[in-house]
């Protein structure tokens, strides 16, 4: 059992940066891919970035390639999520998730953490 608890989320202008930090219980979280989703208010949850576990691979949604970033820590058993030049339609609760340990790609997400709202003012 793994649980995952965000934190960083917030209001902040358009054109502003926020840092999401997500911390992972448990011994296994350096053999975890993560990732980062997000739903905004009457829409499905979408994927937003994803990391492998050594940190040496990472994959972003269209929408958000060239300024956010997820760099883990395996150290401190956390995965980020650095948000730069946000927009408005940024506006959304943020969810980490872990996948199995030595998952591939095309394995599902297996934990989920409870989510932190982010939303940008124009």
């Known amino acids: 059992q793994v649980t995952l608890v965000e934190s960083g989320g917030g209001l902040v202008q358009a054109g502003g940066s926020l840092r999401l930090s997500c911390a992972a219980s448990g011994r296994t979280f350096s053999s975890r891919p993560m990732g980062w989703f997000r739903q905004a208010p009457g829409k499905e949850r979408e994927f937003v970035a994803a990391i492998s576990r050594s940190g040496g691979s990472t994959a972003y949604a269209d929408s958000v390639k060239g300024r956010f970033t997820i760099p883990r820590d395996n150290g401190k058993n956390t995965v980020y999520l650095q948000m730069n030049s946000l927009k408005p339609e940024d506006t959304a609760v943020y969810y980490c998730?872990?996948?199995?340990?030595?998952?591939?790609?095309?394995?599902?997400?297996?934990?989920w953490g409870q989510g932190t709202q982010v939303t940008v003012s124009s």
């Open positions: 998730a872990a996948k199995t340990p030595y998952a591939g790609s095309r394995e599902d997400y297996e934990f």
